[in-house]
């Protein structure tokens, strides 16, 4: 028998009600609040509010669970591709072997982007950040593909969409990067793995032979399948948001990426080198830094700590820690400030303040210093996390349109003046 709520409002009792998920979630089903009582609900950034209902990504934010339709995200890390967890994530199920060499070839085959679009880069100015380039060259892919525009086409032409944006991100932030750098880009290579095609649009040059490590190889694989989604975070909620209003997916996605470049969300793991640079440039005392994260009127936060959903501990920053200090011995990197941020994790948590908020490290507080051993410039760090979210943003995007969503239009409560009439000019 399902559960009912039951709320008192002005003297009268509405019945609402109870909607519980696979893992035991429930939600008070508040759908038809307004119609029967007058009254909406307030809940200022979500914090209690479920936007959907998903089958995509499950989190316990106190037991610290990630899955993936079901998977663990400790096994996916482990044992898969970054494309066969983004065609988990798309289709709901692991790919047979099959299944995954025609998603494979499909993606491969349309790695290229419009030589038009070389002249953007050229537009930009000397310096500009790749996550502006990127937000701006995927939305502008659909005036390239205009058919995209169209939300009641078959079936067969949005999957060709999906196919297309999984192709086109790494070429166009690898590009992207190229540029900002004042080197001549790289074309795809079909030859290559997704992950090593990249890498080597990334870091070959015509004066190198550029080889793939595998040991780099594997590491971004690991963080791409990390950051590949997360249920309703601000990007994947702005994404659905958008394509709620039947805006093609590369404009919903350019805002999904807009959205993950705050300092609050993806832009986060930028903002954590900085802050550890910060830190190791004023000697590396740590106490001084966690007061001042303590401090409600000094502006600083501990970057990379603290989450949402997860209270305890982020599943995804431990086993980037793990892989952090075994990418940089494979590597042969020292880099001091790995160990500024295990210490800075040590002071914090055994201090009050962050135990009491349940603030612990997240994904972005380990992952710079992975993508720095790996080469990576830190303004690329955020974009390394837009191509990992692709598929699930993706994903969200094609679940909200597959469950024929309404459009996304919250209410609000009216707290400006009250009615009153216009004055002229001189009487003011
Ligand atoms: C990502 O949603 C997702 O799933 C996101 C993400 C994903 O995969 O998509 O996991 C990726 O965005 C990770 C988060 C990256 N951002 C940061 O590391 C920035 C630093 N962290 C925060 O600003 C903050 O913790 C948030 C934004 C992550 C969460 O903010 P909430 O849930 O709105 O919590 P809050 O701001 O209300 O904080 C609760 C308390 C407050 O203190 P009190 O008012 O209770 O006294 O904790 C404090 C905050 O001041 N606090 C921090 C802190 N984070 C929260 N204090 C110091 N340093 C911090 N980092």
Redesign the pocket.
């Known amino acids: 028998m399902s559960e009912i709520a039951r709320i008192i409002l002005d003297g009268i009792e509405y019945e609402l009600p109870v909607f519980e998920g696979t893992e035991g979630e429930k939600a008070i089903d508040i759908s038809s609040l307004r119609a029967k009582s007058g009254y909406i609900t307030l809940d200022s950034?979500y914090?209690n509010t479920g936007s959907t209902k998903s089958s995509i990504t499950f989190l316990d934010g106190e037991k610290g669970i990630l899955h993936y339709r079901g998977y663990p995200i400790e096994q996916l890390a482990e044992k898969a591709s970054f494309l066969e967890v983004s065609y988990l994530l798309i289709y709901g199920e692991l790919p047979n072997v099959e299944q995954l060499e025609w998603f494979t070839k499909s993606i491969t085959m349309h790695t290229l982007v419009h030589e038009d679009m070389r002249r953007f880069f050229e537009a930009f100015p000397t310096g500009a950040h790749p996550m502006g380039i990127l937000s701006s060259m995927i939305s502008s892919l659909s005036t390239f593909y205009p058919e995209s525009q169209n939300p009641n086409r078959p079936y067969k032409d949005i999957e060709k969409t999906i196919h297309r944006l999984i192709a086109k991100m790494p070429t166009l932030a690898a590009q992207a990067f190229k540029n900002s750098q004042g080197h001549p880009i790289n074309y795809p290579n079909n030859k290559l793995s997704y992950t090593s095609n990249f890498l080597h649009m990334m870091y070959a040059l015509p004066s190198n032979d550029y080889e793939v490590d595998p040991v780099v190889e594997d590491a971004l694989n690991k963080l791409l399948i990390l950051?590949a989604d997360?249920e309703q975070?601000?990007?994947a909620s702005t994404v659905r948001i958008v394509g709620s209003s039947q805006a093609n997916l590369y404009s919903s996605v350019s805002a999904g990426i807009a959205a993950l470049w705050g300092?609050?969300?993806?832009g986060?793991n930028q903002e954590v080198i900085e802050m550890l640079e910060t830190i190791k440039a004023d000697g590396g005392g740590l106490q001084k830094w966690v007061d001042k994260?303590?401090d409600k009127t000094d502006s600083f936060?501990?970057?990379?700590?603290?989450?949402?959903?997860y209270k305890n501990f982020d599943p995804r920053a431990k086993i980037i820690k793990k892989a952090a200090d075994d990418v940089l011995v494979k590597l042969g990197v020292d880099d001091p400030v790995l160990d500024i941020a295990k210490q800075l994790e040590e002071v914090a948590l055994k201090d009050p303040y962050f135990i009491e908020?349940g603030?612990y490290p997240?994904?972005?507080f380990y992952s710079g210093i992975i993508y720095r051993a790996l080469g990576i410039p830190t303004d690329m760090f955020t974009v390394m996390f837009a191509i990992g979210r692709l598929p699930g943003w993706i994903a969200q995007w094609k679940e909200m349109i597959e469950a024929g969503d309404p459009i996304g239009r919250p209410r609000q409560i009216y707290t400006g003046a009250t009615a009153r009439d216009y004055v002229e000019l001189k009487n003011r």
């Open positions: 950034g914090k950051h997360h975070n601000c990007s300092p609050l969300h993806g986060a994260a303590k936060r501990l970057m990379g700590f603290g989450h949402r959903v908020r603030l997240n994904v972005d």
